[in-house]
């Protein structure tokens, strides 16, 4: 049953325009920032001297701040106004690309880099609240423009970053993101004037739950088993002290939800997938190709314009046929895509950028679906968390696949083909069998998500969602 939102606010035709066109730009800019520094890490590498492990931390700083920010930001977005939390976030991206592009040394870069990591993650975590709060019988729409963004801004990212480093210096892309500065006036007049509701923030239960990210993350990028026995202790704390505090930053009773459970599983697992496929297309490219960076972003960039156009409309195909069956087309399209790349990979890189952009089409459509779901089926105090919930679990399957693909590369050799329409000729076959393990498992996901959906939807999917 659809949630109908309790506050009321008159905002105009006019504004609701102008206000999701700068919430666009803005988690764009939040993207672009989390995906533009990867192509420039050889460069702060070699201007500081350092050891790849070294400056991995450019990145993997970032990562950990950005997904345990989603979160909390969604915690804090249930108690105080949105205007406020937009306004500190926007002002932390900024203070940290000032600092970013003035750094004398790499340990300012990498706290620059926190620092923009704390703005970034407010925008990721309020923008997909707001229209469930303010535009409650749009959001379908709203959802859709945004995760449009959200794909353009994955596949913009690397080429924009790259040609940035590339032309002038990496320094200048911390001065790119400045520009995000220019939104806060307008959203400062557009965003409803809200009042403090109920509740406190958990700050035992946050700083938990950020050990707890943080040591996963690192787990994850080393593989180093002490931290995630780390990861462990931490978490088993910090889910005996929801249990016990009376504002916890999670509510357990979240987790009975059985349809909230399903979307936020399915969509970590369908975003691994599709991230996997990110992280992997440029290895490929330039391991079977020899393309260039700059060339690699090319072969990217027509997926995510596509991806951008498809995901205006996303919004209107979940509001007309429903968020269950939008998913399970998007499911379908993924594992077409990806079973595509595992037959196409020895072609000229433009055919793989057409197949590839079946997947960029796939990512807003996917995201939009399980968005939807989640804003409908949780109660409006529920709603920041809940989907903190679920961009956390988005960021973090990200982190969790390109590990993971890493790994496979590094131990992987060449053997049997499993796609039968693929020849055994060296180092095609290796990515070949990663892409049809990344099939298989998008079958899994696909029936895990319908079959559980069979027996939810007498109770929860009768209005359409």
Same mark, same amino acid.
């Given at each position: 049953?659809?949630?109908?939102?309790?506050?009321?606010?008159?905002?105009?035709?006019?504004?609701?325009? $102008?206000?999701?066109?700068?919430?666009?730009?803005?988690?764009?800019?939040?993207?672009?920032?989390?995906?533009?520094?990867?192509?420039?890490?050889?460069?702060?590498?070699?201007?500081?001297d350092?050891?790849?492990?070294?400056?991995?931390?450019?990145?993997?700083?970032?990562?950990?701040?950005?997904?345990?920010?989603?979160?909390?930001?969604?915690?804090? =977005?249930?108690?105080?106004?949105?205007?406020n939390?937009?306004?500190?976030?926007?002002s932390?991206?900024?203070?940290?690309?000032?600092?970013?592009?003035?750094?004398p040394?790499?340990?300012?870069?990498?706290?620059?880099?926190?620092?923009?990591?704390?703005?970034?993650?407010?925008?990721?975590?309020?923008?997909?609240?707001?229209?469930?709060?303010?535009?409650?019988?749009?959001?379908?729409?709203?959802?859709g423009?945004?995760?449009?963004?959200?794909a /353009?801004?994955?596949?913009?990212?690397?080429?924009?970053?790259?040609?940035?480093?590339?032309f002038?210096?990496?320094?200048?892309?911390?001065? /790119?993101?400045?520009?995000?500065?220019?939104?806060?006036? /307008?959203?400062?007049?557009?965003?409803p $004037?809200?009042?403090?509701?109920?509740g $406190?923030?958990?700050?035992?239960?946050?700083?938990?739950?950020?050990?707890?990210?943080?040591?996963?993350?690192?787990?994850?990028?080393?593989?180093?088993?002490?931290?995630?026995?780390?990861?462990?202790?931490?978490?088993?704390?910090?889910?005996?002290?929801?249990?016990?505090?009376?504002?916890?930053l999670?509510?357990?009773?979240?987790?009975?939800? $059985?349809?909230?459970?399903?979307?936020?599983?399915?969509?970590?697992f369908?975003?691994?997938?599709?991230?996997?496929?990110?992280?992997?297309?440029?290895?490929?490219?330039r391991?079977?190709?020899?393309?260039?960076?700059?060339?690699?972003?090319?072969?990217?960039?027509?997926?995510?314009?596509?991806?951008?156009?498809?995901?205006?409309?996303?919004? =209107?195909?979940?509001?007309?046929?429903?968020?269950?069956?939008?998913?399970?087309?998007?499911?379908?399209l993924?594992?077409? =895509?990806?079973?595509?790349?595992?037959?196409?990979?020895?072609?000229?890189?433009w055919?793989?950028?057409?197949?590839?952009?079946?997947?960029?089409?796939?990512?807003?459509?996917?995201?939009?679906?399980?968005a939807?779901?989640?804003?409908?089926?949780?109660?409006?105090?529920?709603?920041?968390?809940?989907?903190?919930?679920?961009?956390?679990?988005?960021?973090?399957?990200?982190?969790?696949?390109?590990?993971?693909?890493?790994?496979?590369?590094?131990?992987?050799?060449?053997?049997?083909?499993?796609?039968?329409?693929i020849?055994?000729?060296?180092?095609?076959?290796v990515?070949?069998?990663?892409?049809?393990?990344?099939?298989?498992?998008?079958?899994?996901?696909?029936?895990?998500?319908? /079959?559980?959906?069979?027996?939810?939807?007498?109770?929860?999917?009768?209005?359409?969602?």
């Amino acid at each position: 049953m659809e949630n109908t939102s309790k506050n009321q606010y008159n905002i105009s035709d006019s504004d609701k325009k $102008k206000l999701i066109s700068l919430l666009s730009i803005l988690l764009l800019f939040s993207i672009m920032n989390s995906t533009m520094f990867m192509v420039s890490v050889p460069d702060i590498a070699f201007y500081f001297d350092l050891l790849p492990s070294q400056v991995s931390w450019v990145v993997t700083g970032y990562i950990i701040l950005y997904s345990i920010g989603a979160l909390l930001y969604g915690k804090l =977005g249930d108690i105080y106004p949105i205007k406020n939390l937009l306004t500190i976030g926007i002002s932390l991206f900024v203070i940290g690309s000032i600092i970013g592009f003035f750094s004398p040394t790499y340990l300012m870069v990498v706290i620059s880099r926190m620092i923009q990591a704390c703005g970034a993650a407010a925008v990721i975590a309020i923008v997909f609240v707001i229209p469930s709060r303010y535009f409650p019988n749009e959001k379908g729409r709203m959802l859709g423009i945004l995760s449009s963004a959200m794909a /353009f801004g994955a596949g913009l990212g690397p080429v924009l970053g790259g040609f940035i480093a590339g032309f002038l210096d990496w320094h200048y892309i911390f001065l /790119f993101s400045f520009v995000v500065v220019l939104t806060l006036p /307008f959203l400062r007049v557009l965003l409803p $004037k809200e009042e403090k509701k109920s509740g $406190k923030p958990d700050v035992i239960g946050a700083i938990l739950m950020a050990l707890g990210v943080a040591f996963l993350i690192l787990f994850i990028t080393s593989f180093n088993w002490i931290y995630l026995l780390f990861g462990i202790i931490v978490s088993a704390a910090f889910f005996l002290w929801i249990c016990t505090y009376r504002y916890p930053l999670i509510l357990p009773s979240m987790f009975s939800n $059985k349809v909230f459970r399903l979307t936020v599983l399915t969509s970590f697992f369908g975003t691994l997938i599709m991230f996997s496929n990110l992280f992997i297309l440029p290895l490929l490219l330039r391991d079977i190709h020899g393309l260039s960076t700059v060339q690699i972003g090319l072969v990217l960039f027509p997926g995510a314009i596509l991806g951008a156009f498809v995901g205006n409309a996303a919004g =209107g195909f979940t509001d007309r046929y429903g968020s269950q069956t939008v998913g399970y087309f998007a499911i379908s399209l993924i594992l077409i =895509g990806s079973f595509l790349l595992s037959s196409f990979l020895g072609f000229a890189p433009w055919i793989i950028s057409i197949i590839f952009s079946i997947n960029f089409i796939a990512f807003p459509i996917f995201q939009t679906s399980m968005a939807n779901i989640i804003s409908t089926v949780l109660p409006d105090e529920q709603m920041g968390v809940g989907m903190g919930i679920y961009n956390l679990g988005n960021l973090l399957s990200g982190a969790i696949g390109g590990a993971i693909i890493g790994r496979i590369l590094d131990y992987s050799f060449v053997g049997i083909p499993l796609n039968p329409f693929i020849e055994n000729i060296g180092v095609v076959v290796v990515y070949s069998n990663i892409f049809v393990g990344l099939a298989l498992l998008t079958i899994i996901i696909g029936l895990y998500f319908y /079959f559980s959906n069979r027996k939810q939807q007498p109770l929860i999917f009768r209005d359409g969602v």
